[in-house]
């Protein structure tokens, strides 16, 4: 029995962290993910002292009511966190750890990915090459739009939007953006601050989602009518954020030319109607999805688990 703690873990730990996972707490590791009420039941059979949860495992008030009086710490091997309810994990003085920093460049990268797929539609050109290249387009057919120059409008601009400004000024395209709160003018940069979304909407050709979920729709029928005519719509944030029937709408329009998608008001079952528009880019969010980041995730939520069971408060523990 380790003397830090017992950990459930809700899906099989990958195999570059199983060891240190094993060697630091008493695990236990189950042979395929778990739901959350089998993750309770086992935390309360096993009287865990953590649980690590990944991105795809609600945590709503109620789970939270029913984990074990013995848990001391969650942890999310996810830098969102809006699948698990954390004042109410506070009120009963259990600690949430999530991972930021890690993944901010593998994201920004999957952004200007979909960035690129939406633009010069990849799509299409994919699935032509898949069927053996047999639509030979003409000189003037197939053609994208160039994203060198374009102005970014970003919505959100912490860790991640502004990594995607630092890759999107080297195909310079001037920056937009709009937070809740100015940056300071070492963050700011090169980059106009717009105090309201609306007011931002108009100039951005390309509007980028990097703000966090669990705030609500952002982009509603009446702001994806405030674009330029043909924007770009980028977003590896979060589905919430956008309503998905007026996106489509804008899609068929033209209002937006074309999307390029990794995350979904609901996933994995995510509105097929998206797929079948020739003007979206999509992706099954894997914005953090590389071997590096991946495992420098779940070390950090490791870590967090660790310090917390070992008495102290972690960086990458949520405040209250
Ligand atoms: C996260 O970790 O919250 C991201 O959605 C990963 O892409």
């Given at each position: 029995?380790?003397?830090?703690?017992?950990?459930?873990?809700?899906?099989?730990?990958?195999?570059?962290?199983?060891?240190?996972?094993?060697?630091?707490?008493?695990?236990?590791?189950?042979?395929?993910?778990?739901?959350?009420?089998?993750?309770?039941?086992?935390?309360?059979?096993?009287?865990?002292?953590?649980?690590?949860?990944?991105?795809?495992?609600?945590?709503r008030?109620?789970?939270?009511?029913?984990?074990?009086?013995?848990?001391?710490?969650v942890?999310?091997?996810?830098?969102?966190?809006?699948?698990?309810?954390?004042p109410?994990?506070?009120?009963?003085?259990?600690?949430?750890?999530?991972?930021?920093?890690?993944?901010?460049d593998?994201?920004?990268?999957?952004?200007?990915?979909l960035?690129?797929?939406a633009?010069?539609?990849?799509?299409?050109?994919?699935?032509?090459?898949?069927?053996?290249?047999?639509?030979?387009?003409?000189?003037?057919?197939?053609?994208?739009?160039?994203?060198?120059?374009?102005?970014?409008?970003?919505?959100?601009?912490?860790?991640?939007?502004?990594?995607?400004?630092?890759?999107?000024?080297g195909f310079?395209?001037?920056?937009?953006y709009?937070?809740?709160?100015r940056?300071?003018?070492?963050?700011?940069?090169?980059a106009?601050?717009?105090?309201?979304?609306?007011?931002?909407?108009?100039?951005?050709?390309?509007l980028?989602?990097?703000?966090?979920?669990?705030?609500?729709?952002?982009?509603?029928?009446?702001?994806?009518a405030?674009?330029?005519?043909?924007?770009?719509?980028?977003?590896?944030a979060?589905?919430?954020?956008?309503?998905?029937?007026?996106?489509?709408?804008?899609?068929?329009?033209?209002?937006?030319?074309?999307?390029?998608?990794?995350?979904?008001?609901?996933?994995?079952?995510?509105?097929?109607r998206?797929?079948?528009?020739?003007?979206?880019?999509?992706?099954?969010?894997?914005?953090?999805?590389?071997?590096?980041?991946?495992?420098?995730?779940?070390?950090?939520?490791?870590?967090?688990?660790?310090?917390?069971?070992?008495?102290?408060?972690?960086?990458?523990?949520?405040?209250?």
């Amino acid at each position: 029995m380790s003397p830090l703690g017992r950990l459930v873990c809700s899906a099989p730990i990958p195999a570059p962290l199983r060891d240190r996972a094993h060697a630091t707490f008493d695990c236990i590791e189950p042979g395929k993910p778990l739901r959350t009420d089998e993750v309770i039941e086992i935390a309360t059979a096993q009287r865990a002292d953590a649980i690590l949860v990944s991105l795809g495992m609600l945590l709503r008030a109620d789970h939270i009511a029913r984990l074990p009086e013995t848990i001391r710490v969650v942890a999310t091997t996810s830098v969102g966190f809006d699948h698990i309810d954390v004042p109410a994990a506070h009120a009963r003085g259990i600690v949430i750890c999530n991972t930021p920093d890690v993944l901010t460049d593998a994201t920004a990268d999957t952004h200007m990915l979909l960035l690129l797929g939406a633009a010069r539609r990849a799509k299409e050109h994919v699935r032509n090459m898949d069927g053996g290249w047999k639509i030979r387009n003409g000189f003037f057919e197939g053609l994208g739009v160039e994203v060198t120059g374009k102005t970014m409008g970003i919505v959100g601009m912490g860790r991640i939007g502004r990594a995607v400004a630092d890759r999107a000024r080297g195909f310079r395209m001037p920056i937009l953006y709009h937070n809740r709160t100015r940056l300071s003018p070492d963050l700011e940069g090169d980059a106009r601050y717009f105090p309201t979304l609306e007011s931002m909407l108009p100039y951005c050709q390309v509007l980028s989602l990097n703000a966090p979920g669990g705030q609500g729709v952002l982009m509603t029928r009446n702001r994806f009518a405030m674009l330029p005519h043909g924007a770009i719509f980028v977003n590896s944030a979060r589905g919430s954020l956008v309503d998905e029937d007026a996106l489509i709408d804008a899609l068929k329009s033209g209002q937006v030319a074309s999307a390029g998608l990794d995350v979904f008001e609901k996933e994995p079952n995510f509105d097929a109607r998206l797929n079948e528009l020739a003007n979206t880019f999509l992706l099954p969010h894997i914005g953090s999805a590389t071997v590096e980041t991946r495992t420098a995730m779940f070390g950090l939520a490791i870590d967090g688990i660790e310090a917390v069971l070992g008495g102290g408060y972690p960086s990458n523990a949520i405040r209250p």
